[in-house]
């Protein structure tokens, strides 16, 4: 049940109150000593980020200071992305288990277990400015006006590809028209296909929904009603149909998560859609392959339509409503975006703010990059948020949204128009009553 006003600008003030308390505290190391009067404990419970330097800032730097700052013991457990969703949905159902929980998606479907995050958004917005239209569209409901969490930062999707390759036949991959176009000259001439997983996994998903957003198709519209049937997911199918016989290896309909990475890396393909990972991975490694590769924004579509597509992950904070410290985990939220800065850097650039403000210098820190093997590719960031967009775009997302992801409708539609086993036209119809049905069943 929602709180009255009064009982809202008092915790908004407590907030605005606490968080200026710690900062003006400082950064310092102080001990706490065990069983000390009034100290609290906040639980976290997070996914291991990939980024080692990432993961000692957040739990050994960031979460014990802060501790120390709030007379808080802070426990931070991280684990495998694979088991995250499993064990938050345990948590709601027990209504128990950790404060606060960091996923790597937004979670509609867990709002009635959660606190409205309103009074958390607005003071982010105080202290910090507007956030992205990614990060109001992916945890506000329109018929609830609350919040069920707050994006904190958001993992961007881009162009990965082989730019020895590409301008050896002078081909530049900045629409689906040209990487058909080269894909095809370039699994002929040195055996090195695009690689777009059309397997039911993450990748996939997002993957196939950038080419989709820039044909025009999107599975719902702007007030939340479903929308995949329609000529432009006709023709991103008949498109992806094509780059498949042509330009792509047969075996991208049993891919996992980590398969394009691998492809790349080990310089069997020329191109496919991800984050910063695969540039990253050759340069720590120090690979052949690492000096050969480039980035790119996500390619346009027919008509001149941009380049769009969700962001391969966002850093997304939930409260659950049955939280011992309620108050600590809203606190330590807005104290992290305020951090946001040092988390985009330790992240080596895979944490992009879903609050602007808090790296204002974010073009000087890409272009200032000269670790890489190429030094000047990090600066194509500077523009990312001019082509990420919310799972669910142009509309808000929700728990249809999530259902039609979970379900992998849209890969398996892809993968079945690419393999023949459908017709482009059949697999659509049959994917669209899916879609129909899952909307229909969360209205209900």
Known sequence: MERNQSDRVSRRTFLRN??????????????????????????????????????TWFTDVFAKEWGERNATQVVVDSVGLGDLSGMAAAEAQAKSGHDLVVLLRVAPELESSVINHREIHEECVHRF???????????FNPATS??????????????NYRRDLWEGIGVAPDSWDAVLRGGRQLKLLYERPVGISLAPEHNSEHT?????????????????NPSLNSKQTLEALKFVKSLYQDAMPKDVVNWNAVSNNRYMLSDEGCLTIDTLSIVRAAESKTMPVGDRLGLRPLPGGPEDRPGLGPAFGVDNFIVWKFADNVE???????????QSRTAFVTSGFQHM??????????GKLVDGDRGGAVPDQYGLLAGVNNWVTNMGYPGFASAAIGDVLGSHVI???FSQAAT??????????????????LFQKRQQ
């Open 328 to 338: 600590g985990a809203s606190r330590f939220l807005v104290d992290y975006v305020a």
């Open 129 to 139: 400015g507007a956030p992205l239209d990614l990060a109001y569209k992916s945890n």
């Open 18 to 55: 606490s968080v200026a308390v710690a900062f003006a505290a400082g950064a310092g190391p102080a001990v706490i000593v065990p069983g000390r009067a009034q100290q609290k404990t906040l639980r976290i419970l997070k996914w291991k980020f990939f980024v080692p330097e990432y993961e």
């Open 420 to 437: 023949g086993t459908l017709t482009p036209e059949e697999a659509l119809a049959q994917a669209d009553l899916q879609v129909q049905d």
């Open 411 to 413: 890969s398996s539609m």
């Open 146 to 159: 609350g919040y069920h969490g707050l994006c904190a930062g958001y993992v961007p999707s881009l162009l």
């Open 208 to 224: 196939l929904r950038a080419i989709m957003n820039s044909f025009g198709s999107f599975v719902q519209d702007e007030t939340g």
């Open 353 to 362: 703010p879903c609050f602007p403000n808090t790296v204002p210098d974010l």
